[in-house]
């Protein structure tokens, strides 16, 4: 099944996971960047990340190679202020045909201070879905690595390898 993990990553999270994921399924990574960077130290992170994401911001990202064409679409965020990260509500918008087109959709949600349940329903509430292929939550993986989180990554791709 051609498969792409599209994502976007601040801190690197969701980069390390995406990374494992690509590698265990054959995956291609497509990382989505925004033209303007938000603020990623400090208290201005978090204020400026949270109202974006509240406010449902779209903002203009950089060129990215997506053509569509693949029967399995795994999307990758932060959690921010218990919402997907504004850079992949911009993708998601931008390629709603594409995605609509795919045959199955899956997340990987990675977040350090909760909110992880309310942002994976604001993405399938986004997508037009009710439920996804599969729903990878993690809490700081790159930064707090364990054999829990691991084993949740084992058992996602496994659950796409069967489906």
Same mark, same amino acid.
């Given at each position: ?11 690197g999270?969701t980069?390390a996971?995406?990374e494992?994921i ?10 989505? $960047?925004?033209v ?7 208290? $201005?992170k978090?204020i400026w ?7 449902? !911001? ?10 569509g064409?693949?029967d $399995? ?6 959690v921010?202020?218990s ?5 992949i509500r911009s993708?998601? +918008? ?16 990675c977040?350090?201070g909760g909110g ?13 879905? !009710? ?5 990878l939550i993690?809490v700081?993986?790159?930064d ?12 996602? +791709?496994?659950?796409?390898?069967d489906?």
């Open positions: 099944m051609k498969t792409a993990i599209v994502y976007y990553s601040m801190s999270n980069k996971v995406a494992k690509s590698d265990k399924l054959g995956a291609e990574m497509i990382e989505i $960047r925004p303007k960077e938000y603020p990623s130290e400090g208290a $201005r978090f990340g949270g109202m974006k994401a509240v406010m449902g !911001e779209k903002p203009k990202l950089q060129p990215y190679d997506f053509s064409g693949y $399995r679409i795994i999307l990758g965020t932060p921010w202020a919402n997907i990260s504004p850079p993708f998601i +918008c931008q390629n709603e045909e594409a995605l609509n087109a795919a045959k199955s959709i899956a997340a990987v949600i977040y350090a992880a349940d309310k942002a994976i329903e604001k993405l399938k509430k986004l997508l037009g879905v !009710e439920s996804l292929e599969a729903e993690l700081d993986p790159k707090k690595p364990s054999e829990e989180n691991e084993a949740k990554i084992k058992e996602f +791709c496994n659950k796409l390898n489906a």
